[in-house]
């Protein structure tokens, strides 16, 4: 008796409590520790983002196809470094320094990374222009990827580039110091918020006032000695055109010849110690010029921005400046333009939100002879899109190149096959043929020609006169002759020429090639830039998409690619942990949804397909890492279904496609080939680098290693960080459930009574609710009308209808009052959709079980420990735009959901947990099994234990997101009906089938 007395007095006394009067300056600074902590998760998620990121680019560079140098490992490495600490320590402080042991293991991975770095470290060469005559892909660090590649392709291959010269980083960082430029540069980009990234009107002043900057600055005077001499050391002494010249292409001129002489023993001459030979091409260019030579001052050049780590994740395709026609005299000017091109507003905002320091640049300039082209375009050595189609396609317009990149004409198109007409014709017996096979030994053979209508072009304007200073240079555009609009730009001997060039830069650097080519008045094919193709799906721009490979039944046709590849198995389905204990080696793993914990099959995996996550999130890193294709999200999001288990399937991670059977013609397109950079110094010191950096050891976070003492690399901080974030967030609610004086309340026909504490535009404050619904105190004063709901049907006893309708009473709304049109947090508007589903607010009085409610009256007033476990009666819901923390603590059970939904499905998440009700632990665990059975049924990941079950859906589109909250709200509401069900076992699944199907009146 005394604790039935007790018990109610404990009650009561909580219903009669009032809550105090709010004090704004403690409302206030409540609200700032809500947004502190949500501003600290939002910095986390973004760095893990970064991280995963810059990962993803080493990934790619450990294939050994691209150019880099110790410089890209240095700044990516200290990315890595910066965005990891800045996890570490936003889950410490979210946490009160729970996890310190982060600091540690963060350290020691930074002692051993730099190390590794110094070993490496290489001097800056002390030259600021070297000839390309002089440059090899080695040489990237000082002259940039674009410049090396150049150099490479001129000196080992001896195949035609424009003449130039490289101003080297070593120019650059002097003429950056000598200027005092660095400190002025960052004192104005402090005055930039990373919130500002998006600003364009700020990010432009500042863009043009660190251009006006750099421009008004003088390039120190042995920097422009040296420009200058090489300028005069290269085209000082100029060639007599031969007017006779019967085969340009095939016939290099004496200059030619002489630049080429001894480079098959360039790669082991070559080392930087010795200046440029520079001084002997000056003394040859110091005669008097002969008549129909041309002067120095009348050579025009093209200068490009030749960035460390450009075309990387450093930079953005197109980032930096390139400048046409430059002439003589305005050279001082345009490289200056091109190093203020780092900081155009598109620049800076990239770099600040990747966390790029002004520190990890460095900008190399290529200065090459401008080719005055007759005809320019692009080659790529085989097709962008199609990874069956291994053909050379040549694109074309008249005029110079940037008019076929940029799309402003339509060009022309050539088809040509790599198999040489010496390959496909080896059998043949005719003289004549072998005849003219001698000649042209080993070129490829044209398939196809489409020829556009071309009705202007993009040429240079060369109205240069010395004396009277008319310098205008730069280009023009201007119409294609009648006669030329139809026809074509290359005649076949060149596009066979043009071809021949791309295969056997292809072969050199052991990858398909993007390829830009110039043709100029003379009729000679020249090389103006080379790099790596990437081989990818087009998401815009359809009609460019490889068709399928005839023959074959596609049963999914397009995915987001997370790794490259071809992959043929049988599907194997993996919903559970014995699914992966029992994968069978070769087959292709398929599921709901992308997990690390695949990774330990990666190893025996011929790909991956699933129906949701994120590109970049932790599984796609370590599957770019052990080489496994894999696609996810869009066509696949009903793979599960599509793909029976046991299927023989190919899995196209170039064009997103799966196909039923085995698709031979994938299998062989993607024979591997060796990677140029690999077994070079750089590539082995990226290769020790990455070992502390990209593997994944810690993917179950219910694993006794998952700790921070079990990190070893920085992708295991993060995933540990990541998995960490969502729990200390979670507890957000904590805080906000032991607050009673602050807050908005919800104008909403809800049977709680829900508070609003908005942390970043969660609330539109433009409109005013009028009145409140307020819940009648009479029908709240305990949990028992939670409980009043019918069983199955075959259980019913003793029943009569009992109203289970909240009853609500309007009252005027006070100044603390919200309507839910003033909600604008995107996940909370979806959670409250479901709540006020019209289905469950609509419910009508139906019958109950006597027995049941009188056994959870007796547990109620009879179990000591319920009141211990009774919450409050406020609930609360903490928003921002794209966040949201709802806590249901009312009576004997809780509720929590915690979600971000968002544009970036990396972010994308909710996180549920359920526990208690005023029945016994039988019908609580009941209860909860059945939830776990609804959830279970719309994607989530369940844990039980006992009368608490939580729960984890995350890295799916904003609109998934979206659908989910509204089930958890339409759930929400019917799990407070649901003690008084769970009178069997059999009520589990029966009322889980009810709520799955929408019948929430169990009619």
């Not at 396609?393 to 940037?402: E, K």
């Not at 799309?407 to 010496?422: F, L, T």
């Not at 009028?770 to 019918?790: P, R």
């Not at 009700?917 to 019908?923: F, H, K, L, M, S």
Request: aromatic residues 6%.
């Amino acid at each position: 008796m005394p604790t039935i007395i007790g018990n109610i007095k404990k009650l009561i006394r909580s219903r009669l409590k009032k809550p105090l009067e709010a004090n704004p300056e403690e409302q206030a600074e409540i609200n700032a520790v809500f947004r502190f902590k949500y501003t600290l998760f939002k910095e986390l998620l973004a760095a893990n983002s970064e991280l995963l990121n810059i990962l993803s680019d080493m990934e790619e560079k450990l294939k050994g196809h691209h150019i880099f140098g110790i410089s890209y490992i240095k700044s990516q490495a200290n990315r890595s470094l910066m965005h990891s600490f800045k996890m570490v320590k936003n889950l410490n402080v979210l946490s009160s320094s729970n996890y310190r042991g982060l600091y540690e293991v963060l350290d020691s991975i930074n002692h051993q990374v730099k190390t590794i770095i110094n070993e490496k470290k290489e001097k800056e060469q002390p030259f600021n222009v070297i000839p390309y005559k002089n440059i090899l892909k080695k040489d990237a660090d000082q002259v940039g990827g674009k410049n090396a590649n150049l150099g490479e392709i001129q000196n080992l291959m001896q195949i035609p580039v424009p003449e130039g010269f490289a101003i080297t980083t070593k120019a650059f960082n002097s003429f950056l110091d000598r200027n005092n430029l660095r400190d002025e540069i960052l004192k104005r980009k402090n005055m930039i918020d990373p919130d500002d990234i998006n600003n364009v009107e700020l990010l432009n002043r500042l863009s043009t006032e660190v251009t006006d900057l750099i421009k008004s600055k003088p390039v120190p005077d042995d920097i422009m000695t040296d420009i200058k001499s090489a300028w005069k050391a290269v085209w000082g002494k100029r060639v007599l055109k031969e007017e006779n010249q019967s085969n340009v292409q095939d016939k290099p001129d004496q200059e030619d010849q002489s630049s080429h002489k001894d480079k098959t023993d360039l790669k082991d001459q070559y080392n930087h110690k010795d200046k440029p030979d520079m001084d002997d091409l000056d003394a040859q260019s110091s005669h008097k010029h002969k008549p129909g030579m041309k002067s120095s001052a009348s050579i025009h050049v093209a200068m490009r921005s030749s960035a460390i780590g450009e075309d990387g994740d450093l930079s953005f395709a197109g980032q930096y400046l390139t400048l046409l026609n430059v002439t003589h005299e305005q050279i001082e000017d345009a490289y200056k333009s091109i190093i203020a091109s780092l900081y155009s507003a598109r620049s800076i905002s990239y770099r600040i939100s990747r966390g790029i320091y002004d520190d990890d640049l460095a900008m190399a300039v290529a200065c090459i002879k401008m080719v005055d082209s007759v005809a320019s375009g692009v080659m790529y050595t085989r097709h962008p899109y199609n990874i069956v189609d291994e053909n050379i396609i040549i694109n074309a317009v008249w005029g110079l190149g940037p008019y076929a990149v940029d799309g402003i004409v339509i060009p022309d198109s050539y088809v040509v096959e790599k198999k040489s007409e010496k390959d496909a014709l080896i059998d043949r017996d005719d003289v004549a043929i072998k005849g003219a096979l001698a000649v042209k030994d080993g070129l490829p053979v044209i398939l196809s020609r489409h020829i556009s209508e071309k009705n202007v072009q993009l040429v240079c304007n060369n109205s240069v006169k010395q004396g009277d200073n008319k310098v205008e240079g730069g280009v023009k555009q201007i119409p294609v002759p009648v006669e030329k609009q139809s026809a074509p730009c290359l005649d076949d001997d060149q596009i066979l020429q043009l071809a021949s060039y791309g295969r056997q830069i292809e072969e050199h650097y052991k990858c398909a090639q993007d390829i830009e080519w110039a043709l100029d008045t003379e009729g000679k094919i020249m090389i103006l830039q080379s790099r790596p193709l990437k081989i990818k799906a087009v998401k815009n721009g359809i009609n460019l998409k490889a068709v399928p490979v005839p023959g074959y039944n596609v049963i999914i046709e397009d995915s987001d690619v997370a790794s490259q590849g071809v992959g043929s198995g049988i599907a194997f389905h993996v919903s559970s942990e014995d699914d992966l204990k029992r994968f069978p080696k070769g087959a292709i793993l398929v599921a709901r949804h992308s997990s690390p914990e695949y990774v330990v099959v990666m190893k025996q995996c011929s790909g991956i397909i699933t129906e949701s996550g994120s590109v970049s999130g932790h599984m796609a890193a370590l599957a770019r890492e052990f080489n496994v294709p894999t696609i996810i999200g869009h066509g696949s999001q009903k793979a599960v279904t599509l793909i029976p288990d046991g299927l023989q399937i190919t899995l196209d991670g170039y064009s997103g496609r799966v196909y039923e059977g085995v698709v031979q013609e994938l299998l062989s397109a993607v024979e591997k080939k060796e990677a140029h950079m690999e077994g070079t110094p750089v590539h082995d010191c990226l290769k020790r680098v990455a070992a502390f950096m990209t593997p994944l050891y810690l993917v179950n976070p219910k694993a006794p290693e998952f700790t921070p003492s079990g990190c070893k690399t920085l992708h295991d901080i993060a995933r540990f960080c990541h998995e960490l974030s969502y729990k200390e967030m979670f507890n957000v609610s904590d805080i906000a459930s032991k607050r009673h004086r602050f807050s908005f309340r919800l104008n909403a026909p809800l049977p709680i009574d829900l508070h609003i504490i908005d942390i970043g535009k969660g609330i539109s404050h433009g409109v005013v609710a009028k009145e409140c619904y307020i819940i009648n105190t009479e029908s709240a004063k305990s949990d028992l009308n939670e409980s009043e709901q019918e069983v199955p049907a075959t259980s019913l006893k003793d029943s009569r209808p009992v109203s289970s309708k909240p009853d609500f009473r309007k009252a005027p709304a006070g100044r603390g009052c919200i309507s839910p049109d003033q909600i604008t947090s995107v996940p909370f508007l979806a959670l409250l959709k479901g709540m006020l589903n019209k289905d469950l607010s609509s419910l009508e009085p139906r019958p109950v079980s006597f027995s049941g409610l009188l056994s959870v009256m007796q547990e109620q007033m009879l179990s000591p420990g319920h009141v211990g476990e009774r919450f409050g009666d406020r609930s609360y819901a903490i928003i921002a735009d794209k966040y949201l923390n709802f806590s249901s603590r009312v009576g004997y059970h809780y509720s929590v959901v915690d979600a971000y939904c968002g544009e970036t499905v990396n972010k994308n998440y909710i996180t549920f947990s359920f526990k208690g009700g005023a029945a016994d632990d039988v019908r609580k665990n009941r209860r909860v099994r059945s939830i776990a059975l609804i959830l279970e049924k719309i994607d989530f990941t369940v844990d039980v234990k006992e009368d608490k079950v939580d729960a984890r859906l995350q890295k799916y589109p904003c609109s998934f997101i979206q659908d989910r909250l509204d089930t958890l709200g339409r759930l929400l509401i019917f799990t407070r009906q649901m003690d008084m069900l769970m009178t069997t076992d059999k009520s589990v699944a029966w009322v889980a089938k009810n709520f799955i199907a929408g019948n929430y009146k169990l009619s």
